[in-house]
C-alpha cells in the first residue's frame, strides 16, 4: 500500500512538485466505498455550506460556455483569493443514443499562490455527489419539519444520489419514485433496496407527490416541459427543482412559480438558466446564502410552498474539490499524475528536455 | 509496445470512452524525442498557419483571470465550432525561487458534439514549442529576406525553443545571447551546442543586437523593463518581442514602438497585455491573420522596422493541441486516463457505483 501523498506539506521534496493527485473514475468509487456514499454527501454538504457562509470571499465568475447544436461544454471557475478551482463539464442530451453520458466533468483545485495544481479528479460521480448535497443542505433550511416522504420525478443518474442525500441530511424515510421510463424507476428501487430508504414505484407524477413532504423533479430532456402543473403542488411543500438548469429547460409549471417563495444560489446565473427564466427579471427571489448566514429566513410558515430552483454553482464545485483533497489525506485511492515539468533548474526548461533525448538515443 | 489509440474512430469500443489520452512531461519528452524538436515546433506552426487562414470560424474569448498579489492562474479556452480547447496556465514571477518554473500549464482538448475530452496533456513544455512555432512562423511573413543572425536577449526557459524555431523555420545560423545573468546564456550556448546554430555570448545588449537580422526580447521580470531603447535598433530589423505580455509588463522603449510597423495577434488582447499597452488605444496595428491570408502586407520595405507583439493567444495552444493529438496516432508515449465515468446504463450512474462497492466489500 503506497503512502498517502501529504498535500499539505509546504515545502515537499522536488520530485514532487510534479505530481498532481489524480482521482480516477475507479478510485472515486473505491473512496465511496470506502467511506461511503451517504458520508461524503454530508461531508461536501459541509464544506458547501461553509462556502455559502463566507459567499464574498469568492469571485463569482459567469460559466464560461462554447456551444454546439448538439449541447455544450462549460468552463466553471472560482477562486476565494487563496485557491483556484474550476469545472469542466459538458451537456449533450442526446449523448444516451451512443452510450455516453448526459453530463461529463472533471475538476482542478490549484493553490493560487503559486499557480500549481493540487487535485485533479473525475467529476461526473462528484457531481452527481455535490448536486445532491446542495439540495439536501437547501432542504434543511427550507423543508417543512419532520419530512418524511419525498417524490422523486425523474430517476436518471441523479436521482439515486439525491435520495441518498436527503436520507441523510434531511431524514427522508420514504420514496416515491416516478419516471416516463418505468425502468428507470425500477432500477432505482433496486439500487436503493440496501439503503433503508422505503421506496416505492408508481405509474403517475400525480400519484408521486401524494403525502409528499418533499418533490424533487430531475428530469433530462433539454426542453420546456411541464413536469408538474399548478393544481398538483398542496400548500407547506418543499420543491427541489434540479432538471431545469439551462436556457429553454424547465420542468415546472410557471403558475407554481408564483405560488412559491423561490430560493436561488446566484440570481444572475439561476434568472438565465433556472425555472425562474418563465418569470420576469425582477421577480423576488431569496439568495440561499443569507439564509444560511441567519440574515434572512428560510421557511416561515408551515403553509408556505418553498422552491429551491437549482443550477449548480462553482462554489459549489469548489466546496466538494477542497472536500475530496481533504480526505484524500486519509486514504490511498489516488494516483500521482506527472503533469508539471520540474527541470532541476526552473530556467533550463529545455535541457530537461535535451537530457531526456540523449538518454533516449543512447537507449536506442 | 502498446497500440496507439485510434483517436479517429467514430465508435470505439464502449470500454474506451471511459478513456482520455494523457501525455505526461515524461511522454511528452520521449515524444520529443522521437520526433524532433525542430519537426515538432513546425509541425505545430502549420497548423497555427492553418487555424489564423480560417481565423473568423473561432469562438475568440478573453482569458478567464484569477489573480493573487503573487501572480495570475488563467483559463484559455476556444472553439472552431466542432473541436473545443482550453490551456490553464499560472504566471508567477516568484516561483523559481521555491524551485517551481515561473509558467506551468496543462492543456485540454474536447469534440464539442458529444462533450467528451479527447487529449489531455502536460502543457509546459508545449507551450514553448508552440510560442516558438508562432514567433518563428510570424518571422517568416515579417523579417528582412535572408535573415541568418539572431540576437535572443532573455536566456531563460524559453529561448532555447525560440532559437530552434527561427533555425528550423526562417533559417537563422548565428545566436548571438544576452541575459543579465551571463550562466543563463552559457546554459543556452550549452544546450545548443548539437543543434547546428553557432551561438555567440554577448556581453551587454549592444553587443548582442550587434548585426542582428531578428532581435527577440524574452525576458521573465514582472514589470515595466526597457531591454531595448530606441537607438539601438537600427533600419530594416524584425523585433520579436516575447517578454512582454501582461498589464505591466513590458520590455521595448515606447520610441521604438513608434518607429515599427506592428503586428499582432488579437487586438483587443495585446493592447492590455502587449508591449503596445504604452501607446494610445487607437495606434495603428496590423492583424496577423490577415498577413497570413494574403489581404494585407507583411513586410513592404527592407528599410522597415517590424515588430510581433507577441502575448500568446489560445487559437495557437488549440493548433498545438490539434498537433499534438495527431501525432499521437504515430506514437506510444501516452496513457489512457480513466477520466469518465461510463456505466453500462448511462442513466445508471450509482449502479457502477453501487457494484464497485459491493466487490470492494466482497473482496474485504
Known sequence: MSTPYDLTANKPAPSNLAYVPFVSVDNMMRIIAEKGVETIIEGIAGYIEADFKRWDEFDKKP????????????????????????????GHPG??????????????????VNGYPVLFTEM???????????????????????????????????????????????????????????????????????????????????????????????TADKKSATILTDNMIGSGVHINAVGGDCPGKTELHKDILLRSDIFVELPEQTRIEGEIQQLAPDHKVTELWQVMRGEVPGRTSESQITLFDSVGFAIEDFAALCYLREILKTTAHFEKLDLLADPDDPRDLYGMVLRATVGQTNAA
Open 63 to 90: 460559466r464560461i460556455p462554447a456551444h454546439a447544436p448538439e449541447g455544450v461544454i462549460e468552463l466553471m471557475p472560482t477562486s476565494d483569493g487563496k485557491t483556484f478551482g474550476f469545472k469542466y463539464v459538458n
Open 95 to 112: 449523448n444516451t443514443r451512443s452510450g455516453r453520458q448526459t453530463v461529463t466533468g472533471f475538476g482542478v483545485l490549484a493553490d493560487l
Open 124 to 218: 461526473t460521480i462528484l457531481t452527481a455527489l455535490r448536486t445532491a448535497a446542495t439540495s439536501a443542505l437547501v432542504a434543511r433550511y427550507l423543508a417543512p419539519k419532520n419530512a418524511r416522504t419525498m417524490a422523486i420525478i425523474g430517476n436518471g443518474a441523479q436521482s439515486d444520489f439525491q435520495c441518498l442525500g436527503f436520507k441523510q441530511l434531511v431524514g427522508i424515510t420514504d420514496i416515491r419514485a416516478y419516471d416516463i421510463d418505468a425502468a428507470a424507476s425500477q432500477r432505482l428501487k433496486r439500487n436503493l433496496a440496501g439503503s433503508g430508504l422505503n421506496v416505492t414505484v408508481c405509474s403517475s407524477p400525480e400519484e408521486a407527490i401524494e403525502g409528499a413532504d418533499i418533490v424533487t423533479t430531475v
